[in-house]
């Protein structure tokens, strides 16, 4: 095992989360994230109620992720328009919307019945 190698590759790890971090829809899901760890530990969520609100944040971020990633890409290849880089880029936000849909509604799920409760 090649640590330095290893702790290089934690340093572009990071370097690319501070690029994602840069984007519009990222800040929107750093703020959605910090409400919805914010309501969970009001309304007191179990062990997996926590698993899987985790887990979905954790793919919500992961599709913002891939989806910038894929954008980047894309606007390296040609800045101009083309039919087949904007299927790309619709492809690629269509995930995270697919993704953020299914968060919307596990949090429903999870979370309104245990907000009803406290009214």
């Not at 190698?5 to 994230?33: C, D, P, W």
């Not at 899987?52 to 040609?78: M, P, S």
């Not at 492809?91 to 429903?108: K, Q, T």
């Amino acid at each position: 095992m090649n640590v330095p190698k290893m702790l290089r590759s934690f340093k572009f790890a990071f370097q690319g989360i501070g690029v994602l971090m840069q984007e519009n829809n990222a800040r929107f899901h750093l703020f959605a994230t910090v409400v919805v760890i914010l309501t969970g530990l009001l309304v007191g969520l179990s062990s997996a109620e926590w698993s899987v609100t985790c887990i979905i944040i954790g793919l919500v971020w992961v599709a913002e992720a891939f989806n910038t990633a894929l954008e980047k890409l894309c606007d390296f290849v040609t800045t101009e328009q083309h039919p087949l880089i904007g299927k790309v880029k619709d492809l690629s936000a269509a995930a995270v919307l697919i993704i953020s849909c299914v968060a919307v509604i596990i949090g429903i799920i999870i979370f309104l019945p245990k907000i009803l409760a406290n009214l």
